[in-house]
């Protein structure tokens, strides 16, 4: 059972009808094509020496979210790095086990590429993901510039539809008989549940920003839990599952980024700090 705490007065999970919502993910798939295609034939029509190099000044990790890996982030990386910015991966290949583990695996990674650019990262994170970057944010704004959470329920981790509670259970029952790696009973109603929830509540250091994506067509997540007092709300029209690799979602994450970037947050990262 998960702790109360992840569930505040004010919030709910959605309803079994909730779910129908998400079979939108084929029409949102559908306009990546037609957006892909469009842009394949726009590149065709446009000699090579006219293309522009223009390179974005911070990089930009992707973490995926519950049960996801980084390949499910893999459009939304292409179409970072047609608009110039280095996206990188997580490493998550599957978003099973401790978010507490998940988030020193984000840390590591964030030390990494900040040594290696020079400069702060921003994290594009979704639903679990989007949690994970909130909390490494706080604890390490020396290495983040900027958040952007796209249906990352973190006022209520809980108030999620219960197919996904579901899957939690599984993977409970599987960490107390011993297979390593899983998300355990600890992480959703013991002392690790209430670390990185705490963290997720607390205020972002100045010089770091946030964007919080999210969707009144949720059918996995309470949207009202996505939008976080110290962001910037963003709503979309789409699924939860298709906020990944619609081609309108994707647009509004390069808008937040252009606009976290454009704010004046890119600043040398403290090598002291990261080495």
């Not at 179409?79 to 490493?91: E, F, P, V």
């Not at 197919?163 to 011993?178: E, P, T, W």
Request: proline share 5%; hydrophobic share 45%; glycine share 10%.
């Amino acid at each position: 059972m998960m702790a109360p705490f992840l569930m505040p007065d004010g919030y709910r999970r959605p309803p079994l009808v909730a779910l129908l919502r998400e079979s939108s993910l084929a029409a949102e798939a559908g306009r990546l094509a037609v957006r892909r295609g469009s842009d394949r034939r726009a590149r065709r029509r446009t000699p090579y020496a006219a293309r522009p190099a223009v390179r974005a000044a911070e990089p930009v990790l992707l973490v995926p979210g519950f049960l996801a890996g980084d390949w499910t982030l893999h459009e939304m990386s292409a179409a970072l790095r047609a608009k110039g910015y280095r996206t990188y991966r997580s490493s998550i290949h599957a978003n099973i086990g401790c978010a507490l583990d998940a988030a020193a695996l984000v840390e590591s990674r964030l030390e990494r590429i900040a040594d290696r650019r020079g400069s702060r990262v921003q994290i594009v994170g979704h639903s679990l993901g989007g949690m994970i970057a909130r909390g490494v944010a706080v604890r390490r704004p020396d290495l983040v510039s900027g958040i952007v959470t796209m249906g990352s329920p973190m006022r209520a981790p809980a108030a999620h539809h219960a197919l996904l509670s579901g899957g939690v259970d599984v993977l409970r029952r599987l960490s107390r008989v011993g297979i390593p790696g899983l998300m355990s009973d600890d992480c959703v109603g013991g002392s690790c549940a209430e670390l990185s929830f705490g963290e997720t509540q607390e205020p972002l250091a100045d010089g770091v920003a946030m964007t919080n994506i999210f969707s009144r067509r949720d059918g996995i997540v309470d949207w009202r839990a996505c939008i976080d007092p110290d962001g910037t709300a963003v709503e979309v029209r789409a699924s939860h599952i298709g906020m990944a690799v619609d081609p309108r979602v994707i647009d509004q994450v390069l808008a937040a980024l252009h606009r976290q970037s454009a704010a004046g947050l890119s600043v040398e990262v403290d090598r002291g700090e990261t080495a």
